[in-house]
């Protein structure tokens, strides 16, 4: 079992910049694909970012140039820096993983949305 804990989530004004963490523990390996979705109420999940056990991400395309995703493997702790913050990023975010078996490795930024392993999630609101 993999467990997440998402920390830095907040409010923040239009043009503003968040990072979340999420610490990881458990039966957890750095092979697995790491990620991020969120989530509106009554809307489907969006995989936001991805990176591999190679340090390879993708992101995806309504964020692409504003946020940045990556890790720091020696406290397996996976971050996700978000600029330009825009009232339409509001939404609960989370992290997620997925072992090698589950992702084959390939870790596109869509995928996060469906991956095995979730925390429970913080709250971003941007107000405009």
């Known amino acids: 079992q993999v467990q997440l804990v998402e920390s830095g989530g907040g409010s923040v004004q239009a043009g503003g910049s968040l990072r979340l963490s999420c610490a990881a523990s458990?039966?957890?390996?750095?092979?697995?694909?790491m990620g991020w979705f969120r989530q509106v109420p009554g809307k489907e999940r969006e995989g936001v970012a991805a990176?591999?056990?190679?340090?390879?991400?993708d992101i995806g395309d309504s964020v692409k140039g504003r946020f940045t995703i990556s890790t720091d493997n020696a406290k397996n702790t996976l971050y996700l820096q978000m600029n330009s913050l825009k009232p339409e990023d509001t939404a609960v975010y989370y992290c997620?993983?997925?072992?090698?078996?589950?992702?084959?490795?390939?870790?596109?930024?869509?995928?996060?949305?469906?991956?095995?392993?979730r925390g429970q999630g913080t709250q971003v609101t941007v107000s405009s």
């Open positions: 458990g039966h957890y390996y750095n092979s697995y694909c």
């Open positions: 990176i591999d056990n190679n340090g390879k991400t």
């Open positions: 997620a993983a997925e072992s090698p078996v589950g992702s084959g490795g390939y870790c596109p930024a869509e995928s996060a949305a469906d991956f095995t392993y």
